[in-house]
């Protein structure tokens, strides 16, 4: 739920940085509201402005705002907060109005947008408004383009959102730190007509990554590729909600990667085309099919498909260590290896000590105790059992029936009889084989018809 900040409204607050606020905003800030939820929040109505289809943000939830003579105002604070990743673990990120990422903004292509930032990190900061089309000095890069914006102070952005499409924002101040610490979001600008590239359900979420040691709470900024929880906006599996879809539905699903490496996003059972990239809308005779697409560092995609078939499909990256959480790489490779006698031996002086990885790395209903506020390595359960699944996974829920913009978790797919995989009686049997020229019949084959082969041999290249 959204709780309103009393402090804006003070007139206390209003000085805040009040004169580093630009000629227009001086007067009064708009509200700052603060989300305290990392649920899905539902999709927020235009209430005022033109009309248009809003996104729904994957754990997240969208800036209210309001209008003040023709200009949106929104109103971003910069400041720590807390984040659970998952049941079982929250992080003390940085991010923008209680959440890491910070809120969702939607305006309209031709809108006038203003946003106040006020910074309340121990640190200067900027917002830098990826993609968009603007006057320079509203990029947001600190330093180049504007003076950094000191701890308690707030300043103004304005510009015109000229082209409609998928954007992000983040500091350009400290970025190493600042983005390593969960300061990131969303921007979707919609088309001025509701009716050009609409779908029924149009996600949003952002790829970030943390490295919080075991038994931490704050993330290691310095980390420069080895990151321990690989998140879909701040949340890994099975922190992650499931996208909700009706069948026959036009889904849009919209990512962008503000991790430091790249993540292929596989989708199960659909193939989608890639409609819309950081430049834009794809033209229809560009696109082509795909069930994985490659998100690189600092892109944004926009991906679409017809959810035709219902069931629970895995939506996931396909790097098999970002859908894992914290656990240690620096292991040897154990499969084949009989250590049983030595884990004996080495028990007598470790009494804890366990035979791991000799089969394989399966570990879904290992019971190891943990430090507190650390996720297992390999979780989730599902109808059927242990998922083995962490970081960046969740699932696609298409149902028949749903109603128009119902995102309630409908439960788990109830397989129709007769297609779902099931287990052979006398699995280890001897499989049945065509007897061989040689002759050798086996006895638990009836002896094939024979079998009539026409052999179409190589000709010459006499031609050639
Ligand atoms: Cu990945």
């Given at each position: 739920m959204i709780s309103r900040r009393k402090f804006l409204r003070g007139a206390g607050v209003a000085a805040l940085g009040a004169s580093l606020v630009s000629r227009a905003g001086a007067a009064?800030?708009?509200?700052?509201?603060?989300?305290?939820?990392s649920a899905t929040q539902p999709p927020l109505a235009p209430p005022s402005g033109r009309p248009y289809n809003p996104v729904v943000t994957l754990n997240g939830w969208t800036l209210p705002w309001?209008?003040?003579?023709?200009?949106?105002e929104?109103?971003?604070?910069?400041?720590?907060?807390?984040?659970?990743?998952a049941p079982g673990m929250k992080a003390h990120l940085w991010g923008y109005n209680?959440?890491?990422?910070?809120?969702?903004?939607?305006?309209?292509?031709?809108?006038?947008?203003?946003?106040?930032?006020?910074?309340?990190?121990?640190?200067?900061t900027t917002i830098h408004w990826h993609g968009q089309r603007l006057p320079n000095g509203m990029d947001g890069v600190g330093g180049l383009n504007q003076p950094q914006i000191s701890p308690g102070k707030t300043f103004a952005y304005e510009f015109t959102a000229k082209r409609p499409g998928t954007f992000m924002y983040h500091p350009h101040a400290d970025e190493m730190t600042q983005m390593a610490m969960g300061m990131m979001g969303f921007w979707v600008t919609h088309p001025r007509d509701p009716g050009v590239q609409r779908v029924d359900r149009d996600f949003v979420f952002l790829l970030n990554a943390y490295d919080v040691d075991p038994g931490s709470f704050t993330p290691k900024v310095n980390t420069m590729l080895d990151f321990n929880l690989w998140t879909f906006n701040s949340r890994v599996f099975p922190g992650i909600d499931p996208m909700v879809a009706r069948k026959g539905d036009r889904v849009r699903i919209r990512i962008g990667n503000l991790t430091m490496t790249n993540h292929p996003i596989h989708l199960h059972g659909h193939e989608f085309e890639v409609t819309g990239t950081d430049g834009g809308w794809v033209p229809k005779s560009a696109r082509w099919p795909e069930v994985t697409t490659d998100v690189a560092v600092g892109q944004m995609r926009a991906i679409e498909f017809v959810a035709?078939?219902?069931?629970?499909?895995?939506?996931?990256?396909?790097?098999?260590h970002h859908t894992m959480n914290a656990m240690g790489h620096n292991v040897p490779t154990l499969i084949g290896i009989d250590h049983r006698d030595i884990a004996e031996k080495i028990r007598k002086l470790v009494p804890d000590y366990m035979v791991m990885g000799d089969t394989g790395g399966a570990m879904g209903g290992m019971e190891m105790p943990l430090p507190e506020n650390t996720l297992p390595m390999m979780t989730g359960k599902g109808p059927y059992g242990d998922v083995e699944m962490g970081g960046m996974f969740t699932v696609v829920k298409i149902r028949d029936g749903l109603a128009r913009g119902d995102y309630g978790d409908p439960g788990w797919y109830a397989q129709p009889p007769g297609t779902q995989a099931y287990e052979v009686a006398d699995g280890l049997a001897e499989p049945a084989r065509s007897a061989s020229p040689g002759g050798g019949s086996?006895?638990?084959?009836?002896?094939?018809k024979s079998i009539e082969l026409n052999i179409r041999k190589p000709s010459g290249h006499t031609g050639h």
């Open positions: 009064s800030l708009p509200e700052a509201p603060t989300q305290t939820m309001r209008m003040k003579d023709g200009w949106k929104f109103h971003l604070v910069a400041e720590p907060v807390v984040r659970e990743l209680g959440q890491s990422p910070g809120p969702t903004i939607e305006v309209v292509e031709g809108d006038k947008v203003r946003i106040f930032v006020t910074n309340k990190l121990p640190e200067h035709s078939d219902p069931g629970d499909w895995a939506f996931h990256c396909h790097k098999a086996m006895p638990s084959v009836s002896k094939p």
